[in-house]
């Protein structure tokens, strides 16, 4: 099913696929949404068991129980804006699974298109996995210090506007996950994102990172909205700024503004 | 997700007016680049910056404030809606109101501004003009069309002169910036603070009722105020668009384009002298009217809006909310159309999160007769035809978005500029002192109190005049203070200042150090209550004290200074660090401001 090297599926696509059966769909919502309904034939990954050990061996056997081989193709989805379901593709990504697609649109808005939901749990075949690590999409506090100051990198900050000016990574800029969709998918359209970046000053052939708060869910979504245009080389600072902070790594913050207090929050 | 279906409601009512020009924003974006490659000299990007409505902000060259106009304060649904998506987007997820009916983005990154404004030409709006020596939002009485005490409605006339100023060769490169105030009626006034300020009159000539207005001129707030002078009697509709250009063009030729403290148009009708001023004004606009080629009119569209009830969504067995009538007393006023009332939704010092907008969008379209809502003069909006029957039910949709604050038509609802929190010029922050009055004020239920109503509080981070303290009734403008070699915030405390038909500026009385800053004001409202006559409120109190017309223990400022100077004596830093600090910081106070833009 693999059209191209961008590791994003229509939902159009997913819909005429989904009888195949040949496709493992994975919603990484709460067990309990699940339950409630979800789209057909798709098995249950709460994202909070993945984060709970993300060792490779871990996500491998997750993988496996989930009957996802290295040969099965894999579409993951979410309902927190694409954020969730980009940091499994990214899971999956590095232990080395090749066709593992984000599902453009989230649960609500597959609904939302009339698309075929259900409340059937699939029967799932154990399936065998193996590791090989794809070392070149993880960023580590130790590289990112290493390179950020390197002239082709490009840092990016995918957390809300207030919390990157009170406290970000030095030389860091911000890009607010928000600022990725458009309306009724969980991306912006190809021009919108190019547009963003040439506006920006970030040039495509960068090494770009990103990061967020604590887990590599907002920034897994910058990730993927810049593998949607073909960037090559992109990075995802995966343990992000709580990492950072603990190892009491420099800080820089924009000084002398009382800017929380514009908030209505 | 917002993008949900919702069940099919009518469709939303279109603006009249696109305001927008989609070209604009990929200017704008390649300018930048050029700037940022140092490829355009700094000043003039900075005067193409303002013209297209990018503000700067304190102490950073890489963040900007978008100003989006709103002209006579009218916004549709669909456009908060978008207002909402774009400060999560590119600002930080607030969007702010302002005292003129603007509603701002703050901390956008500079690269962004034509994203948004490309996504503005997407519901007709435009932030062009709305900085920089232009002619700024026109603004109109959110209560123009409903008001009680009007003549007629100002709107159609507040709208044709946005229109044919926006983007007129002639207000591209004025001396300074330029500003129209239309309103309903003298009482809700503002239309002595600006250049150019009018409100509705009718005269009859030759036995016709004529429309005009009466014009008030070289009106302005900031570091040196004045009150505006009255052109004529009686000026007619046909009359307004020349007298307008009339005005324009002797501030455009005899305005001061060096002295940048000292050019707008207020201190060329002070220097000249009111009636040198306003014989050439009237002179100057005889040879408008003569020499024009064509036949040059404002294109009033005075056609009449649409007034539809939208399919009722009150459960008439409903209980009444509580605080409805607290809310209603505080909150709402009756049209002059029966059945009608206009609901005054309160924000803290204007600001709104992305989440409310999009609640106000919803409300607007489940109770508003008219389909749109108004600006306010006050950092607030104002949603217009909500009828009786629906009020209960509204008030219990605002609660639930955290909407319903009351005491928005009353002295509770403070007005700060941005201060601190975003502007270059600031020294305090003013913005986070209006909602701390604010809060305390609800705290104590004085929003209730009847002898408060018709009073004002308005706070400026500087002695520039974005929030407008000269005409409030308790008025403040932010300082440095300073005990020994510790620095503190010190607000110079004004009082008396009116915006209705007897325009006045504040009487400067004291500098009150920020955290002394409600102490005071709730000292000299406790002096307001000991002294007062049985039918007095504190604006008319206070009135006149400060024109030394008082008769009671309290015969005039000296002694409201006397009666408050225990209050405002700077304690020792180790018995109250706090007072060192301003608002919203956890530092020593210390003042530090960069270039202002309002003289760029």
């Not at chain 2, 909310?321 to 009756?334: H, L, Q, S």
């Not at chain 2, 609640?359 to 508003?368: G, K, W």
């Amino acid at each position: 099913m693999i059209d191209s090297d961008i590791p994003i599926i229509s939902s159009k696509i997913l819909r005429e696929k989904i009888q195949e059966n040949s496709i493992r769909i994975v919603d990484v919502r709460r067990d309990q949404e699940y339950q409630q309904g979800h789209i057909t034939n798709a098995v249950n990954l709460p994202l909070a068991k993945l984060l709970n050990d993300d060792s490779p061996e871990s996500i491998q056997k997750i993988a496996q129980d989930l009957g996802i081989s290295n040969e099965t193709p894999v579409v993951i989805y979410d309902d927190t804006f694409g954020a969730l379901s980009s940091r499994v593709v990214w899971a999956l990504q590095y232990i080395g699974h090749k066709d593992v697609k984000l599902l453009d649109v989230t649960f609500s808005q597959w609904k939302d298109l009339g698309y075929e939901i259900s409340t059937e749990v699939p029967e799932i075949e154990p399936a065998t996995h193996s590791v090989k690590i794809n070392p070149e999409i993880m960023a580590t506090a130790e590289y990112l210090e290493k390179v950020k100051e390197n002239k082709n990198v490009v840092i990016i900050d995918n957390r809300e506007r207030l919390n990157y000016l009170e406290q970000h990574i030095p030389g860091a800029i911000n890009i607010p996950y928000r600022t990725l969709a458009t309306d009724g998918k969980i991306l912006r359209t190809k021009e919108g994102m190019k547009t963003l970046l040439k506006n920006r000053g970030i040039p495509e052939d960068a090494e770009i990172i990103t990061y967020c708060g604590s887990v590599g869910t907002l920034s897994g979504l910058a990730y993927y909205a810049l593998k949607s245009i073909g960037i090559p080389n992109v990075k995802l600072y995966v343990h992000s700024f709580k990492e950072w902070k603990n190892l009491e790594k420099p800080i820089d913050k924009q000084e002398n503004a009382n800017y929380w207090d514009l908030s209505a929050e | 997700m917002a993008q949900q279906l919702r069940p099919s409601k009518p469709a939303d009512k279109q603006p009249k007016i696109d305001w927008s020009r989609r070209q604009e924003a990929e200017n704008f974006a390649e300018t930048v680049k050029l700037f940022r490659q140092g490829k355009i000299d700094p000043d003039m990007f900075r005067r193409f910056r303002l013209q297209h409505g990018a503000y700067g902000t304190r102490m950073t060259d890489d963040y900007a404030m978008v100003r989006i106009k709103v002209p006579a304060g009218q916004i549709y649904p669909y456009q908060l809606e978008k207002i909402a998506q774009l400060s999560e987007m590119y600002s930080i997820g607030s969007a702010h109101f302002s005292t003129r009916e603007n509603i701002q983005l703050h901390w956008v990154i500079l690269e962004d501004v034509s994203e948004i404004m490309q996504s503005l030409s997407d519901v007709g709006m435009t932030s062009r003009e709305a900085c920089g020596n232009t002619v700024r939002n026109v603004m109109c009485s959110p209560l123009s069309g409903v008001c009680k005490d009007e003549i007629f409605d100002a709107t159609p006339y507040a709208m044709a002169i946005a229109k044919f100023m926006l983007r007129n060769p002639i207000c591209q490169g004025l001396p300074r910036k330029f500003k129209f105030n239309f309103t309903c009626c003298e009482k809700c006034g503002m239309i002595r603070i600006v250049d150019v300020g009018l409100v509705p009159q009718i005269q009859e000539i030759d036995g016709e009722k004529r429309k005009g207005f009466k014009i008030f001129l070289g009106g302005g707030l900031g570091n040196r105020s004045f009150v505006g002078h009255q052109l004529e009697d009686f000026t007619p509709v046909e009359d307004l668009l020349y007298t307008s250009m009339a005005v324009i063009r002797i501030f455009d030729r005899m305005g001061d384009r060096k002295n940048l403290a000292r050019n707008r148009m207020r201190y060329l009708v002070n220097d000249l002298g009111w009636e040198k001023f306003q014989n050439l004004v009237l002179k100057e606009r005889a040879v408008v009217k003569a020499t024009q080629s064509v036949i040059v009119k404002l294109n009033i569209d005075d056609s009449i809006n649409e007034i539809q009830r939208p399919i009722s969504v009150s459960d008439e067995s409903a209980s009444v909310p509580d605080g409805f009538a607290r809310w209603e007393k505080t909150n709402v006023i009756k049209q002059s159309q029966s059945g009608f009332n206009s609901a005054f939704i309160g924000l803290e010092a204007g600001d709104i999160t992305a989440n409310q907008l999009r609640s106000v969008a919803e409300i607007i379209r489940d109770y508003s007769a008219e389909g749109f809502a108004r600006n306010g003069f006050s950092q607030n909006i104002v949603i217009r035809y909500v009828h009786d029957d629906d009020l209960k039910s509204m008030y219990s949709r605002l609660i639930e978005n955290g909407l319903a604050k009351t005491g928005s038509l009353t002295m509770a609802s403070a007005v700060g500029c941005s201060g601190t929190t975003s502007c270059n010029l600031a020294l305090t922050n003013s913005h986070r002192l209006a909602k701390e009055v604010q809060r305390k004020f609800l705290e104590l239920n004085l929003d209730e109190d009847d002898d408060l109503k018709d009073s004002t509080i308005k706070i400026s981070g500087c002695p520039n005049s974005c929030g407008q303290h000269q005409i409030a009734t308790i008025g403040f403008y932010g300082g440095g203070g300073r005990h020994g070699t510790d620095m503190f915030p010190n607000y110079t405390m004004s009082l008396g200042g009116k915006f209705d038909e007897d325009s006045m500026l504040g009487h400067h009385t004291a500098r009150v150090p920020v955290k002394r800053v409600i102490p005071v004001i709730l000292k000299i409202i406790e002096l307001f209550k000991e002294n007062k006559q049985p039918d007095d409120t504190l604006s008319k109190w206070i009135d006149r004290v400060v024109k030394g017309n008082e008769s009671s223990k309290i015969t005039g400022v000296e002694d409201i200074k006397k009666e408050i100077a225990p209050l405002i004596v700077p304690p020792k830093v180790e018995d109250e660090p706090d007072f060192y600090m301003d608002f919203g910081s956890d530092t020593n106070y210390h003042t530090v401001t960069g270039k202002g833009e309002c003289a760029a």
